[in-house]
C-alpha cells in the first residue's frame, strides 16, 4: 500500500482545521443566536409581571417584607431554643416533691411542691369566679393564641387614659407560662421566653386545661396558691359556694396579691373588687343592676390570727430540698417534712424593717428594693427577704440577683493578707495614691490620710489600701514585677473567697479588691459567719431534719461535718478590726446596746447598691438595697439604711438570749486594743495629750515593734534550718509563699517603716 505523500497529509490536516475552525463558529454563532431568541421570549412573557407605579412599590415593599420575614423567622428560632429548652415530656409532673415546712421549733409554716390543690374539675369552677377572672385579667382568652396584641393595645390605651390602670397587658397563658417556667425577673430575656411558652402552652394543652392551671397555681397571698386555697383562706368557705363580691375581690388579687390582700390593706381590696365588678359589666358578663348587691354589700374576710408569711425563704429552702433529692440524699421519698432553723419572730423584724424602711425612707433615697439574709454562725437560715412585695415580684433577690458588693467586699482581701502572714492589724500602711496600669482607684472623699494602722484604714473604709495589700500579697509569693504580683494577690482572695462561701464566680479585674465585681447577698451573709464562727465554712442551709411520710428520719444536718477555712488567729484578727468599722467607722448606726457588733458597710460607683454586712456571736445578717434596673439612688450608703435596717432586726432578736461572745474578739492577749491602752497610758503618765494623728502613729510603731520582737523569738525556737513562719490561708501552708517579717512585709507593699 503507497502511503500519501507529506504535502498530501499538509493539505488534509489545513482542510480538517478549517472544518473544525467553521464547524465551532457556526455552533457558538447558533448557540448564541438561540440564546438571544430565548431570553427575548422570556422578557416578552415576563412583560405580564411587570408592573409601574403604586403596583411596583408594593411588589418592592412585599419582596422586602418576604426577606426580613425569612430573617426575623431565622432569629426567633434562635430566640426560642431557651424558652422550649425549659419544657419536658413530664413538665406537668416536674415539681413531684410534697414537702411540709416546720419552723425551728416545729409549727408548720408552709408548704410547697405538689401544694396547689387542684382537686376541683374545672367544670365545677363557680362560672362567677372565672368571669371575674377573665373580665380582669384576659377578655379575649378564647380568641387569642397566647398573645393578644390588641388585648395589649387596648390596655395600654385605657391605663394611660388615666380611669384606673386596671387591664394587664399579658395573657392569661403568658403569666401561667411564667408562673410554670420562669421568675418574676424583670429582664427583655425574660419576656422573650415568656411569649415563647405562651404559643408552646397554646399548642399543648386546651383553653379549658390553661385556664385551671392558672386557677390552680396562681399567687394569691397569705401563702395561698390558687383559687380553691385562697377562698379558704380569706372567706373560710368551698370556692364554689362564695358570692359575686368575694369572687370579685378574689379575681382582683391575681395581679398584685400582697398590695390588695383583705387581711392586709381591707379598703384596697374592696377598690379593687370594685374595678373588677365594673370590668365584668364592660366584658358583658353580668349587668348593672346584678353588681349593686354586691356593692351595697362588700365582701369581708375571715380574721386570721398569724400573717407571718416567709415565701422568699420557703421556696429557697424548697429549691434546697429539691437539690438533696436530685443528689440522692433524700432517697426516693417524696412526700416529705422538714423542720428549718426558721425563726419567725426574726422573719417578722426583717419583713417589718424592710417595708418600714422603703415606706418612710424610700421616695428619699430614690429606692425601691432589697434584700435580707439572717444566719446563725453556722449557716443556719433564720430568716430572708427577697424583695419589697413577694406578690409583686417572687424573684428572689438575696438569692439570685447579682450584685456588686463595694466596700463590703474588702473583708476577703484583708483576711487573705493576714492570712499571709504579711500583716497584722497594726502593721503601718500609707493612704495615697496608687495604680495598677491606667486605673487608678480613689477614695470616698477624694483625699488621702497618710499612714495609719491597717485596722483604722478598714475601719474608715480607704480604698487606696486594699489594692496595695493585694500587691503586697503577691509580691510575698517572690514576684516582683507589679501588675503580675497584683494579679497573683487577686487570685489568691478569689481563692480564700470561695473556701469561705462565695459561690458566684468572681471576676478578675484590678478593681476586684475594692468591690467591683458581683455576688449575692447570700453569698455574703454565708462568707462574714465564717468570722463569726471561728473560721469555719458556714454553708447556707433550711434543713436541719428531714422526714419521710412514715416518719422516718432520712436527713440530719447535723452529720455533715464541719470545715476549718481560716486560723483562729486570723479570725480574731479580722473580728477585731470589723468591730472597729461598727464602733468608730462607717457602721455606727448598727450599733446595738450591750452588744458587741462587727461588719462592713459598701457602696458602689454611682450609687447603685448600698450593703451592711454584720455580725454578733449569735447571728450575722447581710443587708442590701437597690433598684431592680440598676438605676442610681439619690446617694443612699451602706452606712444609711442598710445599717439602720441590720439594727432594726438585730436589736430585738438579741434581747432575752445569752450573748455569745465573738470569738478572739474579748479574750486573746496582745491584742492591738490592748497595745493602743498601753500606748495611751504612756503618753498621760508623761504628761502629754495625743492628737489623733500622734495616736493613730504610736499605735502602729508599738504594734509594729511587738511583732518583730515576736517573729524574732519564734526564729529562736524554731528548728534549725526551718522558717519561723509559714503564710497560711484556712490553716494550709501557702504554695511559693516565703517567711517574711512583718515589717518586711511592709517595705514590700510600699509602706515604708515609721
Same mark, same amino acid.
Given at each position: 500500500?503507497?502511503?500519501?505523500?507529506?504535502?498530501?497529509?499538509?493539505?488534509r490536516l489545513s482542510r480538517g482545521a478549517l472544518a473544525?475552525?467553521?464547524?465551532?463558529?457556526?455552533?457558538?454563532?447558533?448557540?448564541?443566536?438561540?440564546?438571544?431568541?430565548?431570553?427575548?421570549?422570556?422578557?416578552?412573557?415576563?412583560?405580564?409581571?411587570?408592573?409601574?407605579?403604586?403596583?411596583?412599590?408594593?411588589?418592592?415593599?412585599?419582596?422586602?417584607?418576604?426577606?426580613? =420575614?425569612?430573617?426575623?423567622?431565622?432569629?426567633?428560632?434562635? *430566640?426560642?431554643?431557651?424558652?422550649?429548652?425549659?419544657?419536658?415530656?413530664?413538665?406537668?409532673?416536674?415539681?413531684?416533691?410534697?414537702?411540709?415546712?416546720?419552723?425551728?421549733?416545729?409549727?408548720?409554716?408552709?408548704?410547697?411542691?405538689?401544694?396547689?390543690?387542684?382537686?376541683?374539675k374545672f367544670d365545677d369552677f363557680p362560672e362567677l369566679?372565672?368571669?371575674?377572672?377573665?373580665?380582669?385579667?384576659?377578655?379575649?382568652?378564647? /380568641?387569642?393564641?397566647? %398573645?393578644?396584641?390588641?388585648?395589649? &393595645?387596648?390596655?395600654?390605651?385605657?391605663?394611660?387614659?388615666?380611669?384606673?390602670?386596671?387591664?394587664?397587658?399579658?395573657?392569661?397563658?403568658?403569666?401561667?407560662?411564667?408562673?410554670?417556667?420562669?421568675?418574676?425577673?424583670?429582664?427583655?430575656?425574660?419576656?422573650?421566653?415568656?411569649?415563647?411558652?405562651?404559643?408552646? *402552652?397554646?399548642?399543648?394543652?386546651?383553653?379549658?386545661?390553661?385556664?385551671?392551671?392558672?386557677?390552680?397555681?396562681?399567687?394569691?397571698?397569705?401563702?395561698?396558691?390558687?383559687?380553691?386555697?385562697?377562698?379558704?383562706?380569706?372567706?373560710?368557705?368551698?370556692?364554689?359556694?362564695?358570692?359575686?363580691?368575694?369572687?370579685?375581690?378574689?379575681?382582683?388579687?391575681?395581679?398584685?396579691?400582697?398590695?390588695?390582700?383583705?387581711?392586709?390593706?381591707?379598703?384596697?381590696?374592696?377598690?379593687?373588687?370594685?374595678?373588677?365588678?365594673?370590668?365584668?359589666? /364592660?366584658?358583658?358578663?353580668?349587668?348593672?343592676?346584678?353588681?349593686?348587691?354586691?356593692?351595697?354589700?362588700?365582701?369581708?374576710?375571715?380574721?386570721?390570727?398569724?400573717?407571718?408569711? &416567709?415565701?422568699?425563704?420557703?421556696?429557697?429552702?424548697?429549691?434546697?430540698?429539691?437539690?438533696?433529692?436530685?443528689?440522692?440524699?433524700?432517697?426516693?421519698?417524696?412526700?416529705?417534712?422538714?423542720?428549718?432553723?426558721?425563726?419567725?419572730?426574726?422573719?417578722?423584724?426583717?419583713?417589718?424593717?424592710?417595708?418600714?424602711?422603703?415606706?418612710? *425612707?424610700?421616695?428619699?433615697?430614690?429606692?425601691?428594693?432589697?434584700?435580707?439574709?439572717?444566719?446563725?454562725?453556722?449557716?443556719?437560715?433564720?430568716?430572708?427577704?427577697?424583695?419589697?412585695?413577694?406578690?409583686?415580684?417572687?424573684?428572689?433577690?438575696?438569692?439570685?440577683?447579682?450584685?456588686?458588693?463595694?466596700?463590703?467586699?474588702?473583708?476577703?482581701?484583708?483576711?487573705?493578707?493576714?492570712?499571709?502572714?504579711?500583716?497584722?492589724?497594726?502593721?503601718?500602711?500609707?493612704?495615697?495614691?496608687?495604680?495598677?496600669?491606667?486605673?487608678?482607684?480613689?477614695?470616698?472623699?477624694?483625699?488621702?490620710? =497618710?499612714?495609719?494602722?491597717?485596722?483604722?484604714?478598714?475601719?474608715?473604709?480607704?480604698?487606696?489600701?486594699? %489594692?496595695?495589700?493585694?500587691?503586697?500579697?503577691?509580691?510575698?509569693?517572690?514576684?516582683?514585677?507589679?501588675?503580675?504580683?497584683?494579679?497573683?494577690?487577686?487570685?489568691?482572695?478569689?481563692?480564700?473567697?470561695?473556701?469561705?462561701?462565695?459561690?458566684?464566680?468572681?471576676?478578675?479585674?484590678?478593681?476586684?479588691?475594692?468591690?467591683?465585681?458581683?455576688?449575692?447577698?447570700?453569698?455574703? &451573709?454565708?462568707?462574714?459567719?465564717?468570722?463569726?464562727?471561728?473560721?469555719?465554712?458556714?454553708?447556707?442551709?433550711?434543713?436541719?431534719?428531714?422526714?419521710?411520710?412514715?416518719?422516718?428520719?432520712?436527713?440530719?444536718?447535723?452529720?455533715?461535718?464541719?470545715?476549718?477555712?481560716?486560723?483562729?488567729?486570723?479570725?480574731?484578727?479580722?473580728?477585731?478590726?470589723?468591730?472597729?468599722?461598727?464602733?468608730?467607722?462607717?457602721?455606727?448606726?448598727?450599733?446595738?446596746?450591750?452588744?458587741?457588733?462587727? =461588719?462592713?458597710?459598701?457602696?458602689?460607683?454611682?450609687?447603685?447598691?448600698?450593703?451592711?454586712?454584720?455580725?454578733?456571736?449569735?447571728?450575722?445578717?447581710?443587708?442590701?438595697?437597690?433598684?431592680?434596673?440598676?438605676?442610681?439612688?439619690?446617694?443612699?450608703?451602706?452606712?444609711?439604711?442598710?445599717?439602720?435596717?441590720?439594727?432594726?432586726?438585730?436589736?430585738?432578736?438579741?434581747?432575752?438570749?445569752?450573748?455569745?461572745?465573738?470569738?478572739?474578739?474579748?479574750?486573746?492577749?496582745?491584742?492591738?486594743?490592748?497595745?493602743?491602752?498601753?500606748?495611751?497610758?504612756?503618753?498621760?503618765?508623761?504628761?502629754?495629750?495625743?492628737?489623733?494623728?500622734?495616736?493613730?502613729?504610736?499605735?502602729?510603731?508599738?504594734?509594729?515593734?511587738?511583732?518583730?520582737?515576736?517573729?524574732?523569738?519564734?526564729?529562736?525556737?524554731?528548728?534549725?534550718?526551718?522558717?519561723?513562719?509559714?503564710?497560711?490561708?484556712?490553716?494550709?501552708?501557702?504554695?511559693?509563699?516565703?517567711?517574711?517579717?512583718?515589717?518586711?512585709?511592709?517595705?514590700?507593699?510600699?509602706?515604708?517603716?515609721?
Open positions: 500500500m503507497r502511503l500519501p505523500s507529506l504535502k498530501t497529509l499538509k493539505t473544525f475552525d467553521a464547524w465551532v463558529n457556526a455552533g457558538l454563532y447558533e448557540g448564541g443566536h438561540s440564546t438571544t431568541e430565548a431570553y427575548e421570549r422570556f422578557q416578552a412573557r415576563m412583560q405580564v409581571f411587570a408592573f409601574r407605579g403604586w403596583k411596583r412599590v408594593l411588589l418592592d415593599l412585599t419582596s422586602e417584607g418576604v426577606t426580613v =420575614g425569612a430573617a426575623g423567622a431565622m432569629v426567633l428560632l434562635f *430566640l426560642a431554643q431557651p424558652a422550649f429548652n425549659l419544657t419536658s415530656d413530664n413538665w406537668l409532673k416536674a415539681q413531684d416533691l410534697a414537702v411540709t415546712f416546720l419552723d425551728r421549733y416545729g409549727t408548720e409554716v408552709g408548704r410547697r411542691g405538689i401544694k396547689h390543690d387542684d382537686s376541683l369566679m372565672i368571669k371575674a377572672l377573665l373580665s380582669t385579667e384576659d377578655r379575649r382568652f378564647y /380568641e387569642h393564641y397566647g %398573645i393578644d396584641p390588641i388585648g395589649t &393595645a387596648r390596655a395600654l390605651v385605657s391605663n394611660s387614659s388615666g380611669k384606673g390602670g386596671t387591664q394587664g397587658g399579658s395573657t392569661l397563658t403568658q403569666q401561667l407560662a411564667k408562673n410554670l417556667f420562669l421568675s418574676n425577673e424583670r429582664s427583655l430575656e425574660r419576656k422573650v421566653n415568656e411569649a415563647f411558652l405562651a404559643f408552646w *402552652l397554646e399548642s399543648h394543652l386546651t383553653k379549658n386545661q390553661i385556664l385551671k392551671l392558672y386557677l390552680d397555681r396562681a399567687y394569691m397571698g397569705g401563702g395561698t396558691f390558687g383559687a380553691v386555697a385562697a377562698a379558704d383562706y380569706y372567706f373560710g368557705k368551698r370556692l364554689q359556694d362564695v358570692t359575686l363580691a368575694e369572687a370579685a375581690m378574689l379575681a382582683g388579687l391575681f395581679k398584685a396579691p400582697t398590695k390588695y390582700s383583705p387581711n392586709v390593706n381591707l379598703p384596697a381590696a374592696r377598690g379593687r373588687a370594685v374595678d373588677v365588678l365594673h370590668n365584668m359589666v /364592660e366584658a358583658g358578663f353580668v349587668t348593672e343592676g346584678q353588681i349593686q348587691t354586691a356593692l351595697r354589700n362588700p365582701a369581708t374576710p375571715v380574721t386570721r390570727t398569724r400573717d407571718i408569711t &416567709a415565701d422568699y425563704y420557703l421556696d429557697w429552702a424548697f429549691n434546697e430540698v429539691k437539690r438533696m433529692a436530685d443528689a440522692g440524699k433524700l432517697r426516693n421519698d417524696r412526700v416529705l417534712t422538714v423542720k428549718t432553723p426558721l425563726d419567725l419572730s426574726i422573719q417578722k423584724s426583717a419583713d417589718q424593717a424592710v417595708e418600714g424602711m422603703l415606706r418612710r *425612707l424610700g421616695d428619699q433615697y430614690d429606692v425601691d428594693e432589697a434584700g435580707v439574709v439572717i444566719l446563725d454562725p453556722d449557716g443556719a437560715l433564720r430568716a430572708m427577704v427577697g424583695g419589697a412585695d413577694y406578690g409583686e415580684s417572687q424573684f428572689n433577690r438575696a438569692t439570685d440577683a447579682l450584685r456588686q458588693p463595694g466596700s463590703s467586699f474588702k473583708p476577703y482581701v484583708y483576711a487573705a493578707a493576714l492570712a499571709s502572714g504579711l500583716f497584722k492589724p497594726d502593721t503601718p500602711v500609707v493612704d495615697s495614691p496608687v495604680c495598677v496600669g491606667n486605673w487608678c482607684p480613689q477614695n470616698y472623699g477624694r483625699s488621702y490620710s =497618710g499612714r495609719q494602722p491597717m485596722w483604722l484604714a478598714v475601719a474608715k473604709s480607704v480604698n487606696t489600701i486594699p %489594692i496595695k495589700v493585694t500587691t503586697a500579697i503577691g509580691k510575698g509569693m517572690g514576684i516582683t514585677h507589679e501588675w503580675n504580683a497584683a494579679k497573683a494577690g487577686r487570685a489568691k482572695i478569689i481563692q480564700l473567697a470561695k473556701a469561705m462561701g462565695v459561690t458566684t464566680p468572681l471576676t478578675d479585674t484590678p478593681s476586684l479588691p475594692i468591690g467591683a465585681t458581683e455576688v449575692t447577698v447570700m453569698d455574703q &451573709a454565708a462568707g462574714f459567719a465564717v468570722f463569726a464562727n471561728g473560721g469555719r465554712l458556714a454553708k447556707p442551709y433550711a434543713a436541719v431534719e428531714v422526714k419521710n411520710s412514715s416518719g422516718e428520719v432520712i436527713y440530719r444536718h447535723a452529720d455533715e461535718a464541719p470545715v476549718q477555712v481560716l486560723s483562729s488567729q486570723v479570725t480574731a484578727d479580722m473580728n477585731y478590726m470589723l468591730n472597729k468599722v461598727v464602733e468608730e467607722g462607717t457602721a455606727r448606726k448598727a450599733q446595738i446596746e450591750g452588744v458587741k457588733v462587727a =461588719g462592713k458597710t459598701g457602696t458602689t460607683n454611682g450609687y447603685r447598691d448600698a450593703w451592711f454586712v454584720g455580725y454578733t456571736g449569735n447571728y450575722v445578717g447581710a443587708v442590701w438595697y437597690g433598684n431592680d434596673d440598676h438605676s442610681p439612688t439619690n446617694k443612699m450608703t451602706g452606712g444609711s439604711l442598710p445599717a439602720m435596717t441590720w439594727h432594726e432586726i438585730m436589736a430585738p432578736a438579741h434581747q432575752g438570749i445569752e450573748l455569745k461572745p465573738m470569738p478572739g474578739l474579748n479574750d486573746r492577749k496582745g491584742s492591738p486594743q490592748v497595745a493602743q491602752t498601753e500606748t495611751a497610758a504612756a503618753a498621760a503618765s508623761a504628761g502629754g495629750r495625743l492628737s489623733r494623728r500622734s495616736f493613730e502613729v504610736l499605735s502602729g510603731l508599738n504594734g509594729l515593734f511587738r511583732s518583730v520582737e515576736a517573729d524574732r523569738s519564734a526564729a529562736t525556737q524554731a528548728p534549725s534550718g526551718g522558717p519561723a513562719r509559714q503564710g497560711s490561708l484556712g490553716g494550709q501552708k501557702v504554695p511559693g509563699l516565703a517567711p517574711v517579717d512583718v515589717a518586711e512585709g511592709a517595705r514590700a507593699a510600699g509602706f515604708g517603716t515609721p
